[in-house]
């Protein structure tokens, strides 16, 4: 396996106090010499950097940006602090590799002392900028001289990112697995332990209409397009599939959820019943179903056809979901905000004191494109908003990631966020200390062939909702989501994903990972 390809390389990784214990303090007999920086990406610029530096002592030390210090780009670094350590510790040339946990390396040059300290060249092109200046006033404090590297080579590490971000999915997730010592195994474990889960989902139903069309022409005075009718194939979506993917890993399913008075909400509870899923619909004479319908020509949308009424629900309905989420026993409570009536500044309020003692409370806000905040489910112990959800309940459009993260983090004092970005993945939050290095993973995203991602974080917000029942960890949560997601997005349309969906994935993986086929 790849970590234990690795583990041979890790006896090189120190801290700055094991470093400073093997190689003393100058005057020493071994010269040491120390080079610095982020090293996202090693490319040839690094490699002589760092044969050079080789060069000019008997013992090299690679000190490392850590993760939470990088602030270049909205999704730097691409590669977590533990993988860029490893990869230096794969060089020969490299004997030390450190982490540097401040945000410049001026504290580990006083407590390192290294004899040199080796830049690129093109520091030395006009005056020293002002952190330069001050990295060389450190060094020749204590008698080590700063030299600079021979400028007949160089590349942009960033501009190479950008071009092709690295594809290390499986990596990331070993790195994560084995700092948590989790193996595929223990992954298996809790997708069985799952089974049973009591859980009561609060939230929209939609129903996503897929109406399929043929390409027929057009009028020739109007830009009118004209298609031939072919099919119609509807779906239980919005909160309605959250319950339905619970259901299908094995929950104790109960749904909470205001109906239309129409025909659509005759389909959404024949279809709940057929999967099993206890519905407690409220009916309400003043609005329809949620209805989004798509329609479909060539494979591509051409129309978005909505059928919703957004305005709140009335007092009484309120009154009555608020005595049902008290009423029903357990283990955790789901509210799957869409924002179509159900939840809103006045609601929310009342709906959070009818919670249960003890319940395990989970908020997802899909609402991007309405007025509505993930963060006004404060205290919830696990949250799963997208980026650009993030972003509007923060009104921050230019953070990285992880700033990000930890402004809604904070907002929303929960016990875990789950950040999920798209084909990029997910960012977990799971502790307010953000300077911590549990703090934050990142996962890439599993899926090997897109076909629909629709309804992709809702197989996420389930199956992490009931991963954090049986294991209580938000990083088995977040993988076994992600694994979910994966799979939800590699069908057409929005089906519940099974545990044996999850399990092939999970197989897959692993295979990938001990380079099987």
Not at 127 to 139: A, G, I, N, R
Not at 266 to 282: K, P, R, Y
Not at 455 to 479: E, N, R
């Amino acid at each position: 396996m790849l970590d234990t390809i690795s583990d041979r390389y890790r006896s090189k990784i120190k801290t700055t106090d094991e470093l400073r214990q093997i190689i003393g303090t100058p005057p020493r007999d071994q010269r040491v010499i120390m080079c610095h920086g982020v090293f996202d990406v090693v490319h040839p610029g690094h490699v002589r950097h760092l044969l050079y530096a080789k060069s000019k002592a008997d013992i090299l030390v690679a000190s490392l940006t850590a993760d939470r210090h990088i602030a270049k780009g909205l999704y730097r670094p691409h590669v977590p602090q533990q993988l860029r350590a490893i990869n230096l510790a794969a060089f020969e040339m490299i004997d030390y590799v450190v982490i540097d946990q401040n945000p410049t390396p001026i504290e580990n040059l006083k407590l390192i002392q290294p004899d040199f300290f080796a830049k690129g060249y093109e520091y030395t092109s006009g005056p020293l900028p002002p952190k330069t200046q001050e990295e060389k006033d450190v060094v020749e404090s204590y008698g080590g001289e700063i030299i600079f590297s021979p400028g007949d080579i160089v590349y942009s590490s960033s501009s190479l990112i950008e071009l092709a971000p690295p594809r290390i999915s499986h990596e990331k997730l070993l790195a994560v697995m084995e700092s948590e010592d989790i193996n595929f195994d223990d992954l298996r474990r809790v997708i069985d332990e799952m089974e049973g889960r009591r859980v009561h989902v609060v939230g929209d139903t939609i129903v996503d209409s897929y109406t399929r069309c043929a390409m027929i022409g057009g009028q020739t005075k109007t830009p009118t397009m004209s298609v031939l009718y072919e099919s119609r194939k509807d779906y239980v979506g919005g909160a309605g599939i959250v319950a339905k993917h619970l259901k299908a890993a094995g929950a104790d399913v109960k749904f909470t959820t205001v109906l239309g008075h129409d025909d659509l909400k005759d389909f959404v509870l024949s279809d709940l019943e057929a999967c099993q899923v206890d519905c407690n619909a409220i009916v309400d004479h003043t609005r329809p179903t949620v209805n989004k319908n798509a329609i479909v020509a060539g494979g591509y949308r051409l129309l978005k056809v909505d059928t919703l009424d957004n305005s709140s629900i009335s007092d009484k309905i309120l009154d009555r979901m608020a005595e049902n989420i008290l009423s029903v026993e357990t283990d955790a409570v789901v509210f799957s905000d869409f924002r179509h009536g159900i939840f809103n500044r006045r609601t929310i309020p009342k709906l959070i004191e009818s919670i249960p003692e003890g319940a395990f409370k989970v908020g997802d806000s899909q609402v991007a494109s309405r007025w509505g905040n993930v963060t006004e489910f404060v205290g919830f112990d696990l949250i799963t908003p997208n980026e650009r959800e993030a972003r509007f309940a923060t009104a921050d459009q230019d953070s990285g990631i992880r700033p990000l993260a930890s402004q809604i983090y904070d907002i929303a004092k929960c016990g875990t966020l789950i950040l999920k970005l798209g084909e990029r993945g997910v960012l977990t939050c799971r502790s307010a200390d953000h300077e911590s290095l549990e703090s934050f993973f990142v996962l890439d995203s599993f899926v090997d062939d897109v076909v629909d991602a629709v309804g992709a974080g809702d197989a996420l917000l389930a199956y992490a909702t009931l991963a954090m029942l049986a294991s209580g960890s938000s990083v088995v949560a977040t993988i076994v989501g992600s694994m979910a997601a994966a799979r939800e997005c590699e069908v057409d349309g929005n089906h519940p994903v099974t545990t044996d969906d999850v399990r092939s994935k999970i197989d897959e993986v692993e295979r990938m990972v001990n380079f099987e086929r």
